[in-house]
């Protein structure tokens, strides 16, 4: 299963990439919402894990153009960030986002939802 991650803080984008790596994902990692959308437009991705907050163009606004392209509206997306306020998880989910994750999260917390979503996804395909 191939995923890609985006977020601006190098250090959570590198051991989230390494735990999803040793979970035997394939991981893309990108720096900004700019290169994942750029990114998605050129590779085949089974899940999109986006952070909330980032320069220039934020998770949501990439979550929303994923949805609007017709190559990849049902791709997962999957946000995590450090807001928890409900408009802010209204936002998300309005953008068209499949799960929200609070900061901090577990690395077994984050691998157990990307397993469910993987299920969920396995389970319509049937």
């Given at each position: 299963?191939?995923?890609?991650?985006a977020?601006?803080?190098?250090?959570?984008?590198?051991?989230?990439?390494?735990?999803?790596?040793?979970?035997?994902?394939d991981?893309?990692?990108?720096?900004?919402?700019?290169?994942?959308?750029?990114?998605?437009?050129?590779?085949?991705?089974?899940?999109?894990?986006?952070?909330?907050?980032?320069?220039?163009?934020?998770?949501?606004?990439?979550?929303?153009?994923?949805?609007?392209?017709?190559?990849?509206?049902?791709?997962?997306?999957?946000?995590?960030?450090?807001?928890?306020?409900?408009?802010?998880?209204?936002?998300?989910?309005?953008?068209?986002?499949?799960?929200?994750?609070?900061?901090?999260?577990?690395?077994?917390?984050?691998?157990?939802?990307?397993?469910?979503?993987?299920?969920?996804?396995?389970?319509?395909?049937?």
């Amino acid at each position: 299963m191939r995923i890609l991650l985006a977020d601006d803080e190098p250090r959570l984008l590198h051991i989230v990439s390494m735990y999803l790596g040793m979970e035997g994902y394939d991981v893309r990692a990108v720096s900004d919402g700019e290169e994942a959308l750029r990114v998605v437009e050129s590779e085949m991705f089974d899940l999109a894990v986006l952070d909330v907050m980032m320069p220039g163009v934020d998770g949501i606004e990439v979550c929303r153009r994923i949805r609007a392209n017709e190559a990849t509206k049902s791709l997962p997306v999957l946000m995590f960030t450090s807001l928890s306020a409900d408009a802010d998880v209204e936002k998300a989910r309005l953008a068209g986002a499949n799960h929200m994750i609070t900061k901090p999260f577990s690395l077994p917390g984050l691998g157990a939802v990307i397993k469910s979503v993987f299920e969920r996804a396995s389970a319509l395909a049937r």
